[in-house]
């Protein structure tokens, strides 16, 4: 297939494509009339590096996945390489989990220490009777 259709079929834009392939996420194959050429494993290449990016993956974490599945395996995380960017990320959210929790019980100690506090001016838009 070519170029349009592969980026059609994976919602994406040619213009992506050809970025993916700048990257050397994608492979760059030509025809002999000199257009790109894909097939179905380039489309899968470019599901799973679109699932990763809809999960919050940079476009370098998806390498070792695309790798994998280049080499063969049925899934792009079935490979250590995957596991570890895998691993990375559950460390990032786990982290991120923790900030954000940590900023909500802030906050929820800020509005119940207000919730006691009654300001007339609060009230009334900040104006004085």
Known sequence: MR???LAARAGTTTRTLRYYESRGLLPARRGGNGYRTYD??????LRQIRTLQDFGFDLEETRPFV??????????????????????????L????GELQAVRATIGVRLAAMADVESPLCELGGREL
């Open 3 to 5: 170029i349009g259709e």
């Open 94 to 97: 786990d982290a991120l989990i």
């Open 40 to 45: 179905e494993s380039d489309l899968k290449l």
């Open 67 to 92: 790798e994998c599945l280049r080499a063969g395996h049925p899934e792009g995380d079935s490979c250590p390489a995957s596991l570890a960017v895998y691993r990375r990320k559950l460390d990032e």
